[in-house]
């Protein structure tokens, strides 16, 4: 079955800047739309980011639009989240997910199959 690990997670500065990494083993990465999903104590699991498959398209919220980038390496079988500017807000546990199929654009929550185990972002003085 596929499974996704993310790390680059850590400790930083408000205003500071952070790449997470998910690195993707089993099945065909290149298949796989992915997305950037985040959650904080107490709130729901919330959607971020998305991407094609080739890379081609991505699409973002609007309280990272301009500040976050996602890019993947397929030849790597990567997917990362570039952050910069970061805000206390921010923290959170950042998770990565792959979805063989597309609902709709972005992704619907239900089109992602494969989840990582998370990595912990924390933006404080």
């Known amino acids: 079955q596929v499974h996704l690990v993310e790390s680059g997670g850590g400790l930083v500065q408000p205003g500071g800047s952070l790449r997470l990494s998910c690195v993707a083993s089993?099945?065909?990465?290149?298949?796989?739309?992915m997305g950037w999903f985040r959650q904080s104590p107490g709130k729901e699991r919330e959607f971020l980011t998305a991407?094609?498959?080739?890379?081609?398209?991505?699409y973002y919220v609007d309280s990272v639009k301009g500040r976050f980038t996602i890019s993947r390496d397929n030849d790597k079988n990567t997917v990362y989240l570039q952050m910069y500017s970061l805000k206390p807000e921010d923290t959170a546990v950042y998770y990565c997910?792959?979805?063989?199929?597309?609902?709709?654009?972005?992704?619907?929550?239900?089109?992602?199959?494969?989840w990582g185990q998370g990595t912990q972002v924390t933006v404080s003085s």
């Open positions: 997910a792959g979805a063989d199929r597309l609902g709709g654009w972005p992704p619907l929550r239900t089109d992602y199959g494969f």
């Open positions: 089993g099945g065909t990465f290149s298949s796989y739309w």
């Open positions: 991407i094609s498959r080739a890379g081609r398209n991505t």
